[in-house]
């Protein structure tokens, strides 16, 4: 069935969103036939999973690409659902509607087969949550390659002067590079000061040190304001802008980055192509494909060369690269699926996080003055880093997410007023008017699991289930199967559960600095009661964090590692995974700040952002083959022009002439240099010099009082300037003074007046010539390839004027004329 080309309506509402960012397969693939467009160019980037990471990378892949030399794919296997994170709607939705779990588990406790699954939506997981992002400290990344860490933690970005590392510029992307830029007031302060307090004179570290948010002890020198910043929470959202004019980012998901890619990738189009919705498709950049599921991959040794889905076949060209973003365990399917695994490493490693919640109260008369007088207390969130050593002497990591809220006498939700937007006055009111009489504060551990990497059947691991109680899952393959426990028999020093320990006493030990000697009480089953909850009342199922990972692990060595340290696979040439899959360890941090770090560093690493070679002495780029460069230059008349892999390729339509000129600047005496392409022996164009401004309209020979307008402004260029012809056919009539290299229509062959004419070698179709215009004074001379082709001395006083002459003239342009001649590497030199 063809895709809709008109927003659709349900019972509710008009799904406008869905229609003018998203494609259908049948209008990617469509986009990609030259049998039915000469210039259509396959995706050569092609991402599996439009989810939290998958977004991240696309995005990053399109905005990295200023040469417009690439073409991105994104494949979805769920619908268009929210264009931002859902706020205040139901955090799962009604089953089905969006989340699934499309793998089976033989885990042997039933609690550790409850997998939330994925959702299946652009945008994935991160339109649900994505609050507390905080870094890895140093001990957390041991085990990881070197080239990693260092770019993760030291300037790396940008690459032409690193000023940042990739973990910082993930941070400023999601909003966590200023920590609780929103929380403030006397209740945050007054439990910042005890949390600090309590730290700072904690009788010893034990075997568990507890520390701030970069990992710094609160007993270190640094001044007592930089120590309680370590104790604030590294929260997903920024709330003020990074800069005037713009609007915060305010609560981090991927889709708002799919749809402002999708939006500029069809502007572009717009602007370059004339012609309707297909031909608008060819030029377009980036596709975001959903509803459309990823079956299985094909290859041909280790160059993957087809993605199947259920909707059809998607070619992978030669030089194309296809990235697993479906997550952990739907990547890990995949690989396994397609790949020979014959070090058996694929879908080893699997670890998630343990987490455990303790809720407590404190009466707020117990806070002491510091909240006197005081009604509505608002919030407070705190964040605090624990490191375990074990008895083997390795090292455990869990941090503790602290977050607290003032509420009435049967308030239980520490979370109540945290990630919700407030639009309207009245609601605004009804807080003011709240007398919180208790603080309830939520003390969540998030603790890091150990993976089994050397195992031949590890504990915890994903395999292929070809042996499921159904037969093979979707279109005939096998589903994952997974088993993640927490007691590994791979781990005979417990080192999991021990961690998991430590990381509740360390919990009951905070609540009690936090209650600093008054009163608390804990939440259990029953309700408020005087002592801490037991392991069952506070610790969730393993599976319950969404944060699987590490069974595409990156590494050097590839008897040792499944992915390399930019996260491609090492049995293939062209198949990368993105996400926290390809993490050597999971630390204790969610992985959204370390998959976005990962997947914008190799984005980086595939598709560079393009530095033009420095121009020759005292020339300067025109265009340099940059979309910021192709801004520069504006388009009059028919056709179009298009910045496609760093060149001009003009878009003619039906013989009306266009013409793009460089609208920054109008020049008198200068050699431009640049580089030309034909399509084929019949195209022409040409190049324009020192034309008047198209916009403008011309005075008219007779009488210079009279000025006329023009329909089509390129003709402007062609009457008041002189054009260097581009046509080895010297249409309409065969004469030299219409062919390559000439002054058009100047008499050639010794005429007065005339210019000075040599052919010169034929245009090779598909190859690169150099072509070099110097105008002096009225003196125009044109060579290509270094051979002189013309030389011509204007005599006419109404063209050609300098702009040292005459403002309105002097300006450059290229003409649309007929078939794609390409241009680039336009630079100058004034004389």
């Given amino acids: ?25 049948d209008e990617a693939l469509a986009s990609t036939d030259t049998a039915k467009h000469a210039d259509a160019r396959p995706f050569d980037l092609i991402v599996l999973g439009g989810g939290s990471f998958g977004a991240v990378l696309a995005s990053h892949l399109f905005f990295n690409d200023t040469s417009r030399t690439h ?62 992002s905080p870094y890895f400290i140093d001990t957390e990344l041991d085990g990881w390659p070197k080239a990693v860490t260092d770019d993760l933690t030291t300037p790396a970005v940008p690459a032409h002067n690193p000023t940042r590392s990739y973990l910082d510029a993930a941070a400023e992307q999601i909003g966590t590079s200023q920590t609780n830029d929103f929380v403030y007031g006397p209740l945050h302060e007054a439990l910042r000061s005890r949390l600090y307090d309590g730290l700072r004179s904690r009788a010893g570290a034990g075997q568990t040190a507890l520390v701030g948010n970069r990992g710094t002890p609160m007993t270190a020198t640094q001044p007592k304001e930089q120590l309680l910043r370590e104790l604030d929470a590294p929260l997903a959202v920024q709330s003020a ?125 117990s806070l002491g003055k510091a909240l006197a007088g005081i009604q509505e207390l608002a919030v407070s969130t705190l964040f605090v880093k624990g490191v375990h050593t074990h008895t083997d002497h390795s090292t455990g990591h869990f941090h503790l997410q602290i977050t607290a809220s003032g509420v009435g006498a049967m308030g239980i939700d520490s979370e109540a007023e945290l990630f919700k937007k407030i639009p309207d006055l009245d609601t605004l009111d009804r807080f003011r008017d709240l007398t919180d009489e208790w603080v309830v504060v ?55 559960l021990a961690l998991w320990e430590a990381m509740d006493q360390a919990t009951d030990e905070i609540a009690l ?57 090492h049995e293939s040439d062209n198949l990368h995974a993105v996400g926290p899959a390809v993490l050597p360890t999971i630390g204790s941090p969610n992985p959204m700040l370390s998959g976005v770090a990962l997947a914008r560093r190799t984005g980086d690493h595939l598709v560079p952002q393009p530095l033009p070679p420095a121009p020759e002495a005292e020339f300067r ?33 039906g013989g009306e002439l266009g013409l793009l000129y460089y609208a920054r600047q109008s020049f008198s005496d200068f050699i431009l240099r640049l580089q030309l392409r034909a399509g084929s022996v019949q195209d022409n164009s040409g190049i324009f010099v020192r034309s008047r401004d198209p916009r403008r309209p011309v005075p008219d020979r007779t009488d210079p009082t009279k000025l006329h307008a023009y329909v089509n402004q390129a003709w402007v260029a062609v009457h008041t300037g002189f054009e260097i012809q581009i046509d080895d056919t010297a249409a309409p009539d065969g004469l030299d003074k219409h062919r390559t290299g000439a002054i058009y229509d100047i008499d050639t062959g010794g005429v007065p007046g005339g210019q000075s004419y040599q052919r010169p070698a034929a245009l090779v179709p598909g190859h690169w010539t150099d072509c070099e215009i110097e105008v002096r004074g009225d003196t125009y001379t044109v060579r290509m390839n270094g051979a002189q082709t013309t030389v011509f001395t204007n005599t006419d006083p109404w063209r050609g004027k300098p702009a040292n002459a005459d403002p309105a003239s002097g300006y450059i342009g290229l003409q649309a004329h007929t078939g794609m001649v390409g241009f680039r590497n336009i630079r100058i030199k004034e004389l």
């Fill in 621 to 653: 780029y025109l265009f340099d083959g940059t979309d910021k460069s192709f801004s520069l230059w504006r388009g009059v008349g028919g056709g179009a022009f298009a910045l496609i892999d760093g060149a001009i390729v003009p878009q003619p339509v």
């Fill in 241 to 365: 802008s990074p800069r005037p004019g713009f609007f915060p980012f305010n609560k981090f998901n991927g889709i708002q980055l799919l749809i402002r890619a999708a939006r500029l990738a069809q502007t572009e189009a717009e602007q370059s192509v004339v012609g309707g919705p297909a031909e608008r498709d060819v030029k377009k950049r980036l596709m975001l494909v959903d509803n459309t599921k990823v079956i299985r991959l094909e290859r041909q040794g280790g160059h993957i060369t087809k993605v199947v889905t259920n909707k059809g076949t998607v070619d992978v060209p030669a030089g194309g690269h296809v990235f697993l973003a479906c997550g952990t365990v739907e990547s890990t399917r995949l690989a396994l699926a397609t790949l020979p695994n014959a070090h058996g490493l694929i879908g080893r490693n699997l670890m998630a996080h343990m987490r455990s919640n303790l809720t407590i109260r404190l009466p707020r008369a």
């Fill in 442 to 496: 939520t003390l969540r551990g998030i603790g890091e699991m150990t993976g089994d990497k050397t195992s031949a059947d590890p504990r915890n691991r994903i395999a292929l289930d070809h042996q499921g109680p159904q037969g093979p899952f979707d279109y005939g393959q096998p589903r994952a199967l997974v088993r993640l426990e927490a007691q590994d028999p791979a781990d005979p020093a417990g080192r999991n």
């Fill in 513 to 569: 600095m936090l209650a600093n000697g008054g009163p608390i009480q804990y939440l259990g089953s029953g309700g408020w009661q005087n002592t801490p909850p037991g392991p069952n009342a506070r610790r969730d199922t393993l599976s319950s964090t969404h944060h699987e990972s590490g069974t595409l692990w990156m590494g050097e060595d590839p008897s040792s590692s499944v992915t390399d340290v930019w996260g491609r696979l």
């Fill in 71 to 132: 073409r991105t794919l994104v494949l979805e296997a769920g619908p268009m659902v929210l264009p931002e994170h859902t706020q205040n709607l139901p955090p799962q939705l009604n089953p089905g509607e969006v989340w699934g779990v499309p793998w089976n588990s033989d885990s042997p406790q039933t609690w550790n087969q409850r997998f939330p699954g994925l959702a299946f939506c652009p945008g994935g997981r991160s339109l649900f949550w994505g609050g507390w």
């Fill in 1 to 25: 069935m063809a895709t809709s080309v008109a927003p659709q309506p349900t019972d509710f509402s008009l799904d406008v969103m869905g229609r003018y960012v998203c494609n259908g397969l």
